[in-house]
Nanobody, 121 residues
Framework: QVQLVESGGGLVQPGGSLRLSCAAS????????MRWYRQAPGKERELVAS???????KYADSVKGRFTISRDDAKNTVYLQMNSLKSEDTAVYYC???????????????WGQGTQVTVSS
């Protein structure tokens, strides 16, 4: 099995910053693309940012220039640095990853449990 555990969420004022972390654990052989999604109340889950094993990044237009995704493969961890936060960034943020794991090897997509980010004065 594989587990993804997010941390770093919380309450922050508009214009502030937060750094989310997501650590993967279990019988992991390698991790391909890692992603951050978010879901605001009453809205569909949306892709915020992604990073491939080669380091290629993509961002939703709404967060370009404010959020930065990065990864530490030695720690099986992905990060999301969020700056200049706005009230519309309020959501539950979920980590997602494509993982090669287990014996025999299997390739599956895994989700974390989510961490709440609230941007409010």
């Amino acid at each position: 099995q594989v587990q993804l555990v997010e941390s770093g969420g919380g309450l922050v004022q508009p214009g502030g910053s937060l750094r989310l972390s997501c650590a993967a654990s279990g019988s992991i052989f390698s991790i391909n693309t890692m992603r951050w999604y978010r879901q605001a109340p009453g809205k569909e889950r949306e892709l915020v940012a992604s990073i491939t094993s080669g380091g290629t990044t993509k961002y939703a237009d709404s967060v370009k220039g404010r959020f930065t995704i990065s990864r530490d493969d030695a720690k099986n961890t992905v990060y999301l640095q969020m700056n200049s936060l706005k009230s519309e960034d309020t959501a539950v943020y979920y980590c997602n990853a494509d993982v090669l794991w287990g014996t025999p090897r299997r390739f599956n997509n895994w989700w974390g449990q989510g961490t709440q980010v609230t941007v409010s004065s």
